[in-house]
């Protein structure tokens, strides 16, 4: 029996494993507390996706769907190995499981088969997605298998549990079959010999990605001959702004239609005389914000 860790508290003991975990949107504050008691939290519940692709099942486990909304479970983690945080508080994860189930987990002893549902799991299960299929086929990299055993071990550690304190939904519940591809007791005894030596500690944790609008390339670039995809793009752009003058295109090379187009652009952002000739400047760039395509 344990009091919910913070978001603050579960990023760490997760980084501090040596997991490299990212931050979904508001992942501190997304949870399903409206609709029922969070905690006292008894364990961590290990599921699989049944999806492929890490941003859509990352999203999907954050949004959920029409008939279970999200968040679909805590962290979802990627082939990679990558966590990817998405709820705090209760998900929809583990729906209605076996007392038994729970009463063994809380008193850390061995399973008893699950064959009923009479229980709330939500309340009381950290909840993992992993990205497979479930079908027998999708392969689990290793990468992932001992990000789970990661996951699993920084939230036992934290709260002081064994790695009796870990099943997998289909332990939990009649008809799941979650996770599909390597067994709860192998994984189980990984998490024991974690938990019996001292975390990894901290990784340096991976850049964020690259920006998502182009970066001003320089007055310079913008001569006439040039080509390139980031004109095309940028021509794009002020056709969207209301300030295309072209009589076709806009496409990769530079030209007169391009610089008057542009000088559109800065005469709406109040330039004037020199200011508005139409050649780039980094302020009206910036602001014109060209897709990174
Ligand atoms: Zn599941």
């Known amino acids: 029996m344990a009091t919910p ?36 939290v008894n364990g961590v519940m290990i599921h699989h ?17 029409s008939s279970l909304p999200g968040p679909l479970c805590h962290g979802v983690i990627d082939k990679s190995g990558a966590v990817h945080l998405v709820g ?24 008893p088969r699950d064959n009923e549902a009479d229980t709330d799991g939500n309340r009381h299960f950290y909840g993992f997605e992993c990205i497979n299929l479930g079908d027998g086929q999708d392969p689990w990299p290793e990468a992932q298998k001992l990000a789970i055993e990661k996951v699993a071990a920084a939230i036992c550690r934290a709260h002081g549990w064994s790695q009796r304190s870990v099943i997998g939904h289909l332990e939990w519940q009649p008809g799941k079959v979650d996770p599909r591809g390597f067994s709860m007791d192998t994984m189980r005894s990984r998490i024991a010999k974690r938990l019996g030596a001292k975390p990894d500690g901290p990784k340096p944790q991976t850049p964020k990605p690259p920006a998502k609008y182009e970066p001003f390339p320089g007055s310079a670039f913008f001569r006439m001959g040039r080509e390139s995809r980031i004109i095309t793009a940028m021509g794009k752009r002020l056709v969207a702004e209301g300030c295309g003058r072209y009589e076709e295109g806009p496409g990769p090379e530079w030209t007169e239609a391009d610089r008057k187009s542009y000088a559109a652009w800065q005469r709406k952002l109040g330039y004037s005389g020199d200011d508005a000739d139409g050649t780039p400047g980094r302020t009206s760039w910036d602001k014109l914000r060209v897709p990174n395509v």
């Open 5 to 40: 860790l913070t978001a603050d508290r579960l990023l760490k003991a997760l980084r501090d494993e040596g997991l490299e975990v990212h931050e979904y949107r508001s992942w501190r504050t997304h949870n399903r507390n409206s609709k029922g008691p969070w905690g006292p």
């Open 49 to 65: 996706t049944v999806t492929k692709g890490t941003a859509s099942s990352v999203e999907l486990c954050y949004e959920g769907h």
């Open 88 to 111: 705090n508080g209760r998900a929809n994860h583990a729906g209605l499981g076996d007392r038994d189930v729970l009463n063994a987990v809380v008193n850390e002893t061995a399973l």
